[in-house]
C-alpha cells in the first residue's frame, strides 16, 4: 500500500491542511509519498521532504502547473496514480476542486471531506451539514479521498528527510487560463488554523461593525469568521463565512457574536474546544452547544469584552 | 446558446434531519423535500442568461426517484424551458450522476451547464467537476460572478483566500456559489405555465450508463451531541472563565 498525497502549496512553502493530511495518510497506513507540483516550486519541494513521516517527494516543476489549474493538474495525477492504493488532497477549496475531476477520470467515486479513518477501506464523513455521520466502504480499486483538516492534527513540520524525485509535466490541456485574484489581505491567522476565531452573525447589523471583532481578535491573535447570514447580507467577503457550505474551523476557542446558530453554521464550528456565545435572544440555539453563554446586547457586551481583555 | 441545468430533490434545509434507527440512513419519509438551494441558484442564472439573450433554451434534468418531476416543476416555474428526469431506483452516487449527465449533454448539445457547487445532503460536492472531467471540458467551480465575451466565458470563483478569476474555453461546465445571485421566487401564472411544459423521463439503461454503487454505507449515526454549557451573568464573569477555567486565553 502506498499513499499519494497531492499538496496544496504556493510554490514557497506547504499550506497547513498538508501538514493535517499526512497525518490521515499515516492513518491509512504505507509509504506516503507527496506530490508537488507546481513552477519554481524548490521551495516547497523542500519543505514536504522535511514532514516527519513522508517517505518520498514528487515534484513536477512545469509552467503548467503555475496557478493550479484543475485541467491540467488532474492528468498528472492519473499519470502517477497507477503506483497507489491511495490519492489524498485536504478538503480545501484547491483539494474539492481538483480531486472529482482526477477521481472521474480514474473512473473512481471520491469519499469527500472525510473525518476519520476506520480502516483501508473505509471511511467516516459528516453528511446533512454534520447532522449526521456516515461510514462508507470503497469497492474502487484505488481509494480517492479528500481530508477534512480540523479532525486530524497536522504532522511535525521537520523530522524527515524523504528523497527528492523529479516527474514530467503533461502539458498544458489548453482549457482554461488564470485571469488573476483578489485575496483577502490580513495580517491575522488564516480562518481554518486560528487557535481562536471570533465570528459575527446577522446580528453585527453592518460590515463597519465588524471592526468591533477585529480590534478583539487583534487583542487575542484570532482570526474573524462570519455566519452564511452576515455574508448574504453583504457584511463581509464570503471567505469569512464559517458553516456547510463555508470553512470548519475547530479553534481551542470560538467566540459567536450576534450568531443564532442555525444548522448550517454549527456544521461549521462545533467541534471547536470551547465554544462562547454572545446574543441578545436567551432562545437562540447557538446556546445549546455553547460552554459559555451570555444573554447580552452584543453592542454593549463586546466593549466591554475589550476593555476586560485590556 | 443551450444550457443545461441538473438539479437535485432534498430534504428541505429547513429541516432537522433524523438518522434512521436501524442506521441505514436519514429518515426520508414524510419529511419536507426542496430543490437543492445550491442548484436554484444555477436555475435562476440560466433564466438570466435567457432574460438577456444569451441562452436560447433552458433545460433542467434530476436524477433520482419519480418524484424528481416535483423539482423539475419547480424550475420550469421559474422559468426553465423543458425537463428531463433519470429515474432510478438505484441510489446514485456523484460518479454516476456524471455519467448520466454526460450522455444528456451529449444528447442535447448542450453547450454550458451550470450545476450547484454541492448538495446539501451528502455534502459531497463532486459531480460538476466529475462531469467537466467526463466531457473533457474546462470548469469553474465556486463561481459568483460569470462574463462571457467571444466565445470564452470568464468566471470568478470563491476560493479559500478570496476570489480567482479563470477564463474558460466554451463549452464548460460551472458551478455556482451563493452569491452569484439570489434565485426569484415563481409566480402564480408561471407555475401555471409550467404545468404545461414537456418533461421526458428516461432511465440509465436508456443512457446506457451503468450506475452500480461504488461505495457500501456501513452505517448512518448521529454524530456526538455537544452539551450546553453555562450562562454567565457578565462580560467579566466570562472572561475569569475563559482564562481561568477554561484557560483557553
Excluded at chain 1, 498525497?5 to 499550506?15: P, Q, S, W
Excluded at chain 1, 446574543?279 to 437562540?284: H, L, T, V
Excluded at chain 2, 454550458?112 to 445532503?121: E, F, N, R, Y
Aim: with cysteine; hydrophobic share 45%.
Amino acid at each position: 500500500m502506498s499513499v499519494l498525497i497531492v499538496a496544496e502549496h504556493d510554490n514557497a512553502g506547504l499550506k497547513p491542511a498538508t501538514l493535517n493530511t499526512v497525518t490521515a495518510a499515516g492513518q491509512v497506513g504505507g509509504d506516503i509519498v507527496l506530490l508537488i507540483a507546481g513552477t519554481d516550486c524548490a521551495a516547497a519541494a523542500a519543505a514536504a521532504a522535511k514532514v516527519a513521516g513522508v517517505a518520498k517527494v514528487l515534484v513536477a516543476d512545469a509552467p503548467e502547473y503555475a496557478t493550479m489549474l484543475a485541467e491540467n493538474l488532474a492528468p498528472l495525477i492519473v499519470k502517477l496514480a497507477p503506483d497507489y492504493s491511495h490519492i489524498l488532497a485536504p478538503a480545501t477549496t484547491f483539494g474539492k476542486n481538483l480531486l472529482p475531476r482526477a477521481a472521474a477520470l480514474l473512473d473512481v467515486q471520491q469519499i469527500s471531506d472525510i473525518s476519520g479513518i476506520v480502516d483501508a477501506d473505509t471511511f467516516v464523513r459528516p453528511i446533512y451539514a454534520g447532522n449526521a455521520e456516515a461510514t462508507v466502504k470503497s469497492g474502487d480499486a484505488i481509494k480517492v479521498v479528500t481530508i477534512r483538516a480540523t479532525a486530524f492534527d497536522p504532522a511535525p513540520e521537520d523530522g524527515g528527510s524523504a528523497a527528492t524525485e523529479t516527474v514530467e509535466g503533461t502539458g498544458d490541456s489548453g482549457l482554461s487560463t488564470f485571469v488573476g485574484q483578489e485575496l483577502t489581505k490580513s495580517e491575522r491567522p488564516e480562518l481554518t488554523t486560528a487557535g481562536i476565531v471570533i465570528s459575527g452573525g446577522r446580528g453585527m447589523q453592518s460590515g463597519e461593525n465588524f471592526a468591533m471583532l477585529e480590534r478583539i481578535a487583534d487583542k487575542l491573535g484570532a482570526a474573524v469568521g462570519a455566519s452564511r447570514a452576515a455574508v448574504d447580507a453583504g457584511f463581509v467577503p464570503n471567505d469569512y463565512q464559517v458553516g456547510q457550505t463555508g470553512k470548519v474551523v475547530a479553534p481551542e476557542l470560538y467566540i459567536a457574536i450576534g450568531i443564532s446558530g442555525a444548522i448550517q453554521h454549527l456544521a461549521g464550528m462545533k467541534d471547536s474546544k470551547v465554544i462562547v456565545a454572545i446574543n441578545k435572544d436567551e432562545e437562540a440555539p447557538i446556546f445549546q452547544v455553547a460552554d459559555y453563554g451570555l444573554v447580552a446586547d452584543l453592542f454593549q457586551a463586546v466593549p466591554e469584552l475589550e476593555k476586560e481583555l485590556g | 446558446m443551450k444550457v443545461l441545468v441538473p438539479i437535485k430533490r432534498v430534504i428541505d434545509a429547513n429541516v432537522k434531519v433524523r438518522v434512521k434507527a436501524d442506521k441505514s440512513g436519514v429518515e426520508l419519509t414524510n419529511v419536507k423535500m426542496a430543490m437543492n438551494p445550491f442548484c436554484e441558484i444555477g436555475v435562476e442564472e440560466a433564466v438570466r442568461m435567457k432574460e438577456a439573450g444569451t441562452a436560447s433554451e433552458i433545460v433542467v434534468v434530476s436524477a433520482g426517484g419519480a418524484q424528481s418531476q416535483e423539482t423539475i416543476r419547480t424550475a420550469l416555474a421559474m422559468g426553465a424551458d423543458r425537463g428531463i428526469v433519470i429515474q432510478s431506483d438505484v441510489a446514485l452516487e456523484p460518479l454516476g450522476v456524471a455519467k448520466l449527465l454526460k450522455a444528456v449533454v451529449e444528447k442535447e448539445s448542450a453547450e454550458l451547464v451550470i450545476l450547484g457547487k454541492q448538495a446539501i445532503d451528502g455534502d459531497n460536492n463532486q459531480t460538476g467537476q466529475m462531469l467537466a472531467a467526463l466531457l473533457g471540458w474546462a470548469q469553474g467551480t465556486f463561481v459568483s460572478k460569470i462574463a462571457i465575451e467571444d466565445g470564452v466565458l470568464k468566471a470568478t470563483r470563491e476560493v479559500d483566500g478570496g476570489l480567482e478569476t479563470v477564463a474558460l474555453k466554451m463549452p464548460c461546465v460551472l458551478t455556482v456559489d451563493l452569491r452569484l445571485n439570489q434565485p426569484r421566487y415563481a409566480s402564480l401564472p408561471n407555475i401555471m405555465k409550467a404545468k404545461k411544459k414537456q418533461i421526458d423521463t428516461l432511465s440509465p439503461e436508456d443512457l446506457g450508463v451503468d450506475v452500480t454503487p461504488r461505495l457500501t454505507v456501513v452505517q448512518v449515526v448521529e454524530p456526538a451531541s455537544r452539551k450546553a454549557g453555562v450562562k454567565v451573568a457578565s462580560v467579566a464573569e466570562l472572561v475569569d472563565k475563559l482564562k481561568n477555567e477554561a484557560k483557553v486565553i
